[in-house]
């Protein structure tokens, strides 16, 4: 078959600059391009990353990019946002759609992939396209999205991340034919080996400290405020240590915002106990999972399908987490202990640390059944069955 791959134009693909959802389009793409299973034409953002890029030269994955950095492009973009006040998404969307679309209306795609950007849907439908395919991570498409009724109509099917995506994008009708594929992760990537790229003394760790791992973007949603609130309930436990891997958002390793600032000023009557890494490459981060004992990951939000909780139990790491959104999809009781986010959260997640420190034996069964249900959300099973996904579709 004909594909294309359209995203919301944010982030590039290849994944030169990080963000979930490209990492898997680099997964099928990759998985594609080993077993030439389709003719696939990607629409990027064009950044200077991408030069060279070995995924550039596969013979059945061709990348089709659009220019929106340079002088002349910011500037039709506002012209744009000047004359076209009232589009659906905002003008930096608006303008690379038009772009990409000038190129899709020379083609003949059996399907059209729309990644996470089920708004793109109502533009194309407009346009007469009817072969429209909606693989989405987020919570983008549900009764309170404008136009849902008409953006719903025009796809031909729909692949959600999480069974909680696929009931909110049922609160606009109930649909038992929507298709429910998670998402996997690099198996091969996150998994322990002997020689790593930090360790506990460049970390200033003590080897016989007993350490807290948080990773992922550092925001309010993600529960990092609450569980610097435990860390300071367990002031009295001074070998108890928390390490916190991320940055504000994505790639942007040195942004250090109000909320990371907030946190440090929280965290001062124990700041030699938290270390705050910022944004650490995504191929190191399986390094800095490993010199941890538990991953604390406390989102208090409805977080769809997080991959840091797949990343954590692939490590072997006990996890303590929340009953939000997607994730008691990813993990099990036997991996995981599972919070309410509710008014005893901060209690609770102290609670829950305290019992996995002084339980070591517990800590063991968790991470052999964290390692046996990592094997479920293998990189390889996610790309394979997105193409069987793709091929049943009439």
């Not at 089709?64 to 006040?85: A, G, N, T």
């Not at 002997?194 to 948080?214: A, C, N, T, W």
């Not at 303590?320 to 993990?331: A, F, K, L, N, Q």
């Amino acid at each position: 078959m004909k594909l294309a791959i359209l995203n919301c134009g944010m982030l590039p693909i290849p994944a030169v600059q990080g963000g979930a959802v490209e990492n898997f389009i680099d997964y099928y793409l990759d998985y594609n391009d080993r077993y030439k299973l389709h003719d696939i034409t990607v629409y990027s953002p064009w950044v200077p990353e991408v030069v060279n890029h070995p995924a550039l030269s596969s013979l059945v994955n061709h990348y089709h990019f659009i220019d929106v950095s340079s002088l002349k492009v910011r500037i039709e973009r506002r012209l744009r946002k000047y004359f076209h006040p009232n589009e659906y998404f905002n003008y930096f969307i608006e303008y690379y759609f038009e772009k990409a679309f000038k190129h899709i209306k020379r083609q003949d795609y059996d399907f059209i992939v729309l990644e996470n950007s089920p708004g793109l849907a109502y533009k194309l439908s407009k346009r007469g396209y009817k072969n429209i395919i909606l693989h989405m991570n987020n919570d983008l498409l549900n009764s309170q999205t404008p136009y849902h009724d008409e953006i719903y109509n025009s796809f031909v099917k729909i692949i959600t991340v999480s069974n909680y995506i696929k009931g909110r994008v049922s609160t606009i009708r109930p649909n038992n034919d929507i298709q429910v594929l998670n998402n996997g992760i690099d198996l091969k990537i996150f998994s322990r080996k002997e020689i790593l790229s930090v360790s506990r003394k460049s970390m200033q760790l003590e080897m016989d400290d007993f350490v807290i791992v948080y990773s992922g973007r550092v925001n309010k949603e993600k529960g990092v405020s609450e569980l610097i609130d435990a860390m300071l309930l367990l002031k009295n436990y001074t070998n108890i240590k928390l390490m916190i891997i991320g940055g504000t958002y994505f790639g942007n390793a040195s942004n250090e915002d109000d909320f990371v600032r907030s946190l440090k000023n929280k965290a001062k009557s124990i700041d030699n106990r938290i270390v705050f890494t910022g944004f650490i490459p995504y191929e190191n981060v399986p390094d800095y999972l490993q010199i941890a004992d538990i991953a604390v990951l406390p989102s208090i939000w409805d977080d769809p399908f997080p991959t840091t909780e797949l990343e954590a139990q692939a490590m072997g790491l006990p996890i303590i987490t929340t009953v939000r959104g997607g994730i008691p999809e990813e993990v099990s009781e036997e991996n995981a202990i599972l919070l309410e986010t509710d008014e005893n959260i901060v209690n609770n997640l102290a609670s829950a640390i305290l019992d996995l420190y002084e339980h070591p034996e517990k800590r063991e069964q968790m991470s052999i059944a964290g390692l046996k249900r990592a094997k479920l959300f293998d990189k390889e099973t996610f790309a394979k069955n997105f193409f069987a996904a793709i091929e049943e579709t009439k």
